[in-house]
């Protein structure tokens, strides 16, 4: 478990010009009667895990803007949306079954954070931020599957000091993918919100929110 003066120390190791800044006060808090430590651990793996997905999506949006995949995306034969649309145009013309399946993937790959894998302790509870479990049980028991971090465990010999760079390089550059695909986004739908990408930035009319937009709603 982590405390606020960890958490004041940490701001220090990652942008030593801003330091620790706070301003609503989260890192006092108490969410839901767990304590202030467990609402500390939540807040960090929050942060690590957004930090996360916003890199991925950062990398996709750039990736697709400009690739895809020359194989079939569907059974029937149908290609990949084309790479002279907007990435969330993309996304809008992908099937509702594909879109399902990835909400599948990502619902079970929650569960299984959330559960420790069986294993860990619940990041509330002591378990380092951001430590996704392995996967041995479900191989133990299911299927072979590879750890979704280090699968061929190259990190064992890695030493304590670069581990623990890496890791705040890590946590910088997913508040920097945070605010670059966010920036991203707000582009393309308010044309001129972000003067730095005029020119790089294409109009889209459609819900960035919505990612079932006219394929499935509980209306």
Same mark, same amino acid.
């Given at each position: 478990?982590?405390?606020?003066?960890?958490l004041q120390a940490l701001a220090k190791k990652l942008n030593p010009t801003v330091g620790y800044y706070d301003p609503l006060e989260l890192s006092d808090g108490d969410f839901w009667g767990i304590g202030n430590e467990a609402t500390i651990g939540f807040l960090r793996q929050s942060e690590i895990k957004h930090g996360r997905v916003?890199?991925?999506?950062?990398?996709?949006?750039?990736?697709?803007?400009?690739?895809?995949?020359?194989?079939?995306?569907?059974?029937?034969?149908?290609?990949?949306?084309?790479?002279?649309?907007?990435?969330?145009?993309?996304?809008?013309?992908?099937?509702?079954?594909?879109?399902?399946?990835?909400?599948?993937?990502?619902?079970?790959?929650?569960?299984?954070?959330?559960?420790?894998?069986?294993?860990?302790?619940?990041?509330? /509870? *002591? =378990?380092?931020?951001?430590?996704?479990?392995?996967?041995? %049980?479900?191989? &133990?028991? +299911?299927?072979?599957?590879?750890?979704?971090?280090?699968?061929?465990?190259?990190?064992?010999?890695?030493?304590?000091?670069?581990?623990?760079?890496?890791?705040?390089?890590?946590?910088? /550059? *997913? =508040?920097?993918?945070?605010?670059?695909?966010?920036?991203? %986004?707000?582009? &393309?739908? +308010?044309?001129?919100?972000?003067?730095?990408?005029?020119?790089?930035?294409?109009?889209?009319?459609?819900?960035?929110?919505?990612?079932?937009?006219?394929?499935?709603?509980?209306?």
């Amino acid at each position: 478990s982590e405390s606020k003066s960890d958490l004041q120390a940490l701001a220090k190791k990652l942008n030593p010009t801003v330091g620790y800044y706070d301003p609503l006060e989260l890192s006092d808090g108490d969410f839901w009667g767990i304590g202030n430590e467990a609402t500390i651990g939540f807040l960090r793996q929050s942060e690590i895990k957004h930090g996360r997905v916003a890199m991925a999506a950062f990398v996709g949006y750039c990736v697709q803007s400009n690739f895809h995949f020359p194989w079939p995306q569907t059974l029937a034969g149908d290609p990949f949306p084309d790479v002279n649309l907007l990435p969330e145009a993309q996304w809008d013309a992908c099937p509702v079954a594909a879109k399902w399946q990835i909400f599948v993937v990502i619902s079970f790959l929650e569960v299984w954070d959330e559960s420790g894998g069986g294993d860990l302790p619940h990041y509330t /509870n *002591g =378990r380092q931020p951001g430590k996704f479990p392995s996967f041995q %049980l479900f191989r &133990d028991n +299911i299927h072979p599957i590879l750890d979704l971090y280090d699968p061929f465990q190259r990190s064992k010999k890695m030493g304590a000091e670069l581990k623990e760079r890496r890791l705040t390089m890590e946590i910088n /550059n *997913g =508040r920097l993918a945070m605010l670059g695909i966010m920036g991203f %986004l707000v582009a &393309d739908t +308010i044309p001129g919100s972000v003067p730095a990408l005029d020119g790089v930035a294409s109009p889209y009319s459609g819900q960035v929110m919505n990612p079932f937009e006219g394929q499935f709603s509980y209306l």
